[in-house]
């Protein structure tokens, strides 16, 4: 049930218009309007919050300047998505003892592993604070230490010494921020606010929202930030650095420009401008970066025109402990990357690309370990399972593909959107050991959601025939009339010393037929919005999906329990993705 004129909106009081600006609106349905029926039970549609539109600028040219390097003109904006966070549940950790399924890939006498040691859990790489931007802007990542449950007194005092932004956001002069506009009350707000509800903080055209999802007058944003010069594209909150008085938020802008923002002091700070792959540290000063002389030369691929497999280091963590941001830089790609995200211990980092390239990064040792290809088109969207061996991707090919890291091959394809794939998400109190569930959402207006067990995946009888290697380059008319440059792997040059050819041959993995990998149905399939839809969050009791232009639905989870008493992926379950922080 989507927003109408006749549809009942919650009794909450509206703040008055500002420079024609509609405020949000809450639409609570009466009855079960809407539901989502599964196996478990219904979910049902709590509420709708439609983001007011915001109108540009007057000072914005309405002509987007098209790229001489790229003749498609791209939008200055983006579909909005939410990152969430609340201020009791503990970052989320995989507690099983087994290793990464990458950490002993060639773990010979000579390999990197066996020369730096065990890597599972015991880098500093394994306290990296996840991270997923997706626009200009490639990642974030933040340099912490696992909190125990009581914190000592020195980490309380390393806590007040952390450095924070400085800038203050309701003072500001700098011309890319037009206007703020806290919520009237905003402190008594935050007081009425219960540890265990969610904040979300959402991009809305040249909008930036912090909203409290837990509140009854959840549809009043507690701060908007307006842009005049930038709109923001992609954002991420680190739940490692989270306390009730303090929250970490990174968003990247349309203008390549990063900005490191504490939504509880309304303080703020630019971080350096770069479109590369890059790490920042929000516990370091900004520099002027120049790349290191120890970067990796560009393999003979890369100067032919042929895609890299080699991993360009512009600057390493490794080398030397950096003294200013950013504290690495790595050139994956010459092609336009639309997604990252970290696994969850920090130790890999995939990439997803307009190419229709997954790269898989070994952050620890700084090298590309594995290069799969989409079946058709670009890929937009990437997931990692809560126990690292999964990777879920969607893109244009209008296929999730779900890629496993340990027979590094493409184990299924899950058909049934109609349109290019907008997100994909894991639902990890869904999970355990052996078997995932996870969601995708797409243009065409539909969620769907999937069941995935490894063991129960049956392979069609064509995959037992191995398929040979194939071109790696196209014809020039193929590029051209095709939206991804590559659909499959060129044999390397007879020139190439062996020991290169095998290196490459072992990281780049040949795309797979339909007749060699098996389709998976999903268990649910519905169209929920008649515009496209951009993102979906899973939370503990409900499912949150977000459209284009701006409906934010949730839908409560079934009231009742599992066979066993306790909710799937639960603590009292003795999951293996239960959380050892709570």
């Known amino acids: 049930m989507l927003p109408t004129a006749n549809s009942p909106i919650a009794a909450t009081p509206r703040s008055p218009l500002t420079y024609g600006e509609p405020p949000n609106t809450l639409t609570q349905p009466d009855g079960d309007a809407q539901q989502l029926l599964l196996s478990e039970g219904a979910y049902v549609l709590r509420d709708i919050i439609t983001l007011g539109a915001i109108p540009p600028p007057p000072s914005e040219h309405t002509s987007i300047p098209v790229n001489v390097l790229d003749p498609k003109p791209q939008p200055p904006t983006a579909a909005p998505h939410l990152s969430l966070i609340n201020l009791v549940e503990s970052p989320f950790a995989f507690t099983g003892h087994d290793a990464h399924p990458l950490s002993d890939r060639n773990a010979g006498e000579d390999s990197p592993q066996k020369r730096a040691g065990p890597t599972n859990g015991t880098s500093r790489l394994s306290h990296l604070a996840s991270g997923n931007l997706k626009g200009y802007v490639r990642g974030n990542t933040t340099q912490t230490s696992n909190a125990p449950k009581t914190p000592s007194s020195r980490d309380s005092r390393e806590l007040i010494k952390r450095k924070k932004p400085k800038a203050s956001l309701l003072k500001s002069n700098s011309s890319m921020i037009a206007r703020v506009n806290p919520q009237e009350g905003l402190s008594k707000r935050l007081q009425d606010h219960k540890p265990e509800g969610y904040f979300a903080f959402v991009n809305n055209s040249r909008a930036f929202l912090w909203m409290d999802l837990s509140s009854s007058s959840k549809a009043q944003q507690l701060v908007k930030v307006l842009y005049t010069r930038a709109h923001p594209l992609c954002h991420d909150v680190n739940p490692h650095t989270k306390s009730p008085v303090h929250l970490d938020v990174v968003i990247g802008f349309s203008s390549a420009d990063i900005m490191w923002y504490e939504p509880m002091s309304q303080k703020y700070s630019h971080l350096n401008k770069n479109v590369r792959n890059v790490i920042y540290d929000k516990e370091k000063d900004d520099a002027a970066f120049v790349a290191e002389d120890f970067s990796s030369p560009l393999s003979p691929a890369a100067l032919d025109g042929r895609r890299s497999v080699q991993l360009e280091v512009r600057r390493s963590m490794k080398a030397t402990q950096p003294k200013a941001n950013p504290v690495a830089v790595y050139k994956a790609t010459r092609q336009r990357i639309n997604a990252i995200e970290f696994s969850f211990d920090g130790q890999h980092l995939a990439i997803v690309c307009e190419d229709g390239s997954l790269r898989i990064l070994d952050l620890e040792h700084e090298e590309l370990t594995d290069l799969y290809t989409s079946y058709y088109g670009g890929l937009s969207c990437i997931a990692w399972s809560p126990d690292n061996r999964i990777v879920i991707t969607g893109g244009q090919d209008d296929i999730v593909s779900v ?122 399939n519905k169209v929920v919005d008649e515009h496209p839809l951009s993102a979906i969050n899973f939370i503990e009791d409900a499912i949150i999906v977000t459209c284009s232009v701006g409906h934010i639905q949730t839908y409560d989870r079934p009231k009742g329990t599992d066979e066993e008493g306790a909710s799937v992926g639960d603590e009292s379950t003795g999951s293996a993705f239960s959380n050892p922080f709570k």
């Not at 959402?441 to 769907?448: A, H, K, M, T, Y």
């Open 403 to 524: 890629w496993s890291l340990e027979e590094r091959s493409l184990i299924a394809r899950c058909s049934g959107h109609r349109s290019w794939v907008s997100d994909v998400r894991f639902d990890r109190w869904k999970c355990d050991r052996a078997n995932y569930r996870f969601g995708s959402v797409g243009e065409d207006g539909r969620l769907l959601l999937w069941d995935f067990s490894t063991g129960l995946v049956q392979r069609p009888r064509a995959a037992s025939m191995r398929p040979s290697v194939v071109s790696l380059v196209r014809s020039e008319s193929a590029m051209a009339s095709r939206t991804s440059l590559i659909r499959s792997i060129e044999s390397p040059k007879l020139t190439r010393d062996s020991e290169e050819q095998s290196s490459e041959d072992n990281i780049v993995h040949p795309v797979q037929s339909r007749a060699q990998v098996a389709t998976l149905p999903p268990i649910f």
